[in-house]
């Protein structure tokens, strides 16, 4: 609820309903989860989930857990330190889901965690092509300056074609087994599997100007 770009983000009006509900539905909706947990300190948000049958809140998230340089390990540790010792319940497979981005498909998660346990991975990212190549990208070393630089570049590359496919972390979805998680303190690394999603996940409410771009985006498929 202490958001800055956006006071008490998750429950923030979108096409009708509180930004948390996207993600809550998506949850609801999955054929391959489980149980699913809800972590929050916003005691509205909390009541609001009790509409979904599937979504279990445990306990309201302490106040220290909730600061600007809290990360989302320290989140999921406290969550399955809470389910292991309160709980006895032992999780094989971790799944996050972050309510900011609001269009992602149950048939991109669903196939996400089907490909995860087909092959058999101990991590997935969920990323989206990016709306800009970054080898059309070029800055100057200082202001002023008669030359410039390319970002990311090579000589084999005339066309942009020749491009290498770029994608873009939008934090929509991540999958690891429990035992990297807790080895690793982190949900993916260098050695990850990429599960490109749809362009619309590029899609990470943050800030006003990216809540009116997705209410925009929502009027447009009314």
Same mark, same amino acid.
């Given at each position: 609820?202490?958001? @800055?770009?956006?006071?008490?983000?998750?429950?923030?009006?979108? *096409?009708?309903?509180?930004?948390?509900?996207?993600?809550?539905?998506?949850?609801?909706?999955?054929?391959?989860?489980?149980?699913?947990?809800?972590?929050?300190?916003? @005691?509205?948000? &909390?009541?609001?989930?009790? /509409?979904?049958?599937?979504?279990?809140?445990?306990?309201?998230?302490?106040?220290?857990?909730?600061?600007?340089?809290?990360?989302?390990?320290?989140?999921?540790?406290?969550?399955?330190?809470?389910?292991?010792?309160?709980?006895?319940?032992?999780?094989? &497979?971790?799944?996050?889901?972050?309510?900011?981005?609001?269009?992602?498909? &149950?048939?991109?998660?669903?196939?996400?965690?089907?490909?995860?346990?087909? @092959? @058999?991975?101990?991590?997935?990212?969920?990323?989206?092509?990016?709306?800009?190549?970054?080898?059309?990208?070029?800055?100057?070393?200082?202001? *002023?300056?008669?030359?410039?630089?390319?970002?990311?570049?090579?000589?084999?590359?005339?066309?942009?074609?020749?491009?290498?496919?770029?994608?873009?972390?939008? *934090?929509?979805?991540?999958?690891?087994?429990?035992?990297?998680?807790?080895?690793? /303190?982190?949900?993916?690394?260098?050695?990850?599997?990429?599960?490109?999603?749809?362009?619309?996940?590029?899609?990470?409410?943050?800030?006003?100007?990216?809540?009116?771009?997705?209410?925009?985006?929502?009027?447009?498929?009314?």
């Amino acid at each position: 609820k202490g958001s @800055k770009g956006i006071p008490h983000k998750n429950m923030v009006e979108l *096409g009708g309903k509180p930004l948390i509900a996207y993600a809550l539905e998506l949850a609801q909706a999955s054929r391959r989860l489980d149980r699913v947990f809800l972590t929050t300190d916003m @005691k509205d948000a &909390v009541a609001f989930a009790h /509409r979904y049958s599937r979504i279990e809140v445990p306990f309201l998230r302490p106040a220290h857990l909730c600061q600007d340089e809290t990360s989302q390990v320290d989140v999921v540790i406290h969550l399955l330190d809470f389910l292991q010792h309160e709980k006895g319940c032992h999780p094989d &497979v971790i799944v996050l889901l972050q309510p900011t981005c609001p269009f992602q498909q &149950v048939a991109e998660l669903d196939g996400a965690i089907a490909l995860f346990k087909k @092959k @058999k991975l101990r991590s997935l990212l969920g990323v989206a092509p990016v709306m800009h190549h970054p080898a059309d990208y070029l800055y100057r070393e200082s202001v *002023g300056a008669n030359q410039f630089h390319w970002v990311m570049r090579s000589k084999k590359w005339r066309r942009r074609q020749d491009f290498p496919e770029v994608f873009f972390n939008t *934090g929509a979805l991540y999958i690891c087994t429990l035992s990297y998680f807790l080895e690793h /303190r982190r949900f993916y690394d260098e050695t990850s599997w990429l599960y490109s999603m749809s362009a619309r996940t590029l899609m990470d409410i943050d800030d006003p100007f990216t809540l009116q771009l997705a209410r925009g985006l929502l009027m447009a498929d009314r």
